[in-house]
């Protein structure tokens, strides 16, 4: 059995991908990157191009803003996104930090939403990342049953940076003390010069829909703002959300 029903499908989402990591590249590029004929590839991107999804600049192919329409509709169209986007921009103002809306999605946590300054960190709206890499992730993993972790930090699990967890039971210990607490923590997990601290938006059935968290330079968040300060204010707005949105829902 094919490993994807379509190929050709898989084909176009194997280039848009590669486009966008490589923001510009040629057909021969591109072939050889993933493995198809030149052939195959101009096909796909003439295909792309007619339909305005990437842009032809001198042979050179990028995509267009198109997806950036995409993305930000299915967003718009989030009821929990139109609750906590006020929220997070106030608490990145009471912060001085960046402050993020995160969701669960196919098993990645998603930066949905993000506020404040945050100078040279890669992470920005639609980011995905590991779910036990981060303080969201954790706090959203806290809430979940426990037969739904076993698959979780198998053989190729990633691991951003040599203190992010790796050994199941050392997870299942600490998702046990985030439940607990109501709080989750990443101090260096993500990135080794990142701290944040994240708490779960439950739903009414206990489980999260997502998590609110601010995160910042290891310098700047450390002792008591990051055990103590953040916590409160994270706590504050996570709180809020939950009962509009629960209201709204």
Not at 53 to 71: A, K, P, Q, T
Request: with cysteine; proline share 5%; aromatic share 4%.
């Amino acid at each position: 059995m094919p490993k994807y029903p379509v190929g050709a499908t898989a084909t176009t989402f194997e280039i848009i991908d590669s486009l966008a990591t490589l923001e510009r590249a040629g057909v021969t590029q591109l072939a050889d990157r993933l493995g198809h004929s030149k052939g195959s590839v101009h096909n796909h991107l003439a295909t792309l191009e007619r339909l305005g999804y990437v842009i032809n600049e001198d042979g050179r192919y990028r995509l267009s803003l198109r997806f950036l329409e995409l993305g930000t509709g299915v967003r718009d169209t989030d009821s929990l996104y139109r609750v906590a986007r006020p929220e997070i921009d106030r608490l990145a103002d009471a912060s001085g930090e960046t402050a993020s809306l995160v969701i669960e999605e196919n098993g990645d946590a998603v930066f949905v939403y993000r506020a404040g300054d945050d100078a040279g960190f890669a992470l920005r709206d639609g980011s995905r990342v590991p779910l036990h890499a981060c303080a969201a992730g954790k706090a959203i993993l806290a809430h979940r049953p426990p037969a739904s972790l076993d698959s979780l930090l198998d053989g190729d699990t990633p691991t951003p940076t040599d203190r992010t967890i790796t050994s199941r039971a050392s997870l299942i210990r600490e998702l046990r003390t985030v439940r607990d607490h109501g709080l989750a923590f990443d101090r260096g997990e993500l990135d080794p010069d990142r701290r944040a601290v994240a708490a779960a938006i439950p739903s009414d059935d206990g489980r999260a829909v997502g998590a609110v968290t601010v995160s910042g330079t290891a310098p700047g968040m450390s002792g008591k703002r990051l055990e103590e300060d953040m916590p409160g204010l994270v706590l504050g707005a996570t709180n809020r959300i939950t009962v509009e949105h629960q209201t709204r829902e």
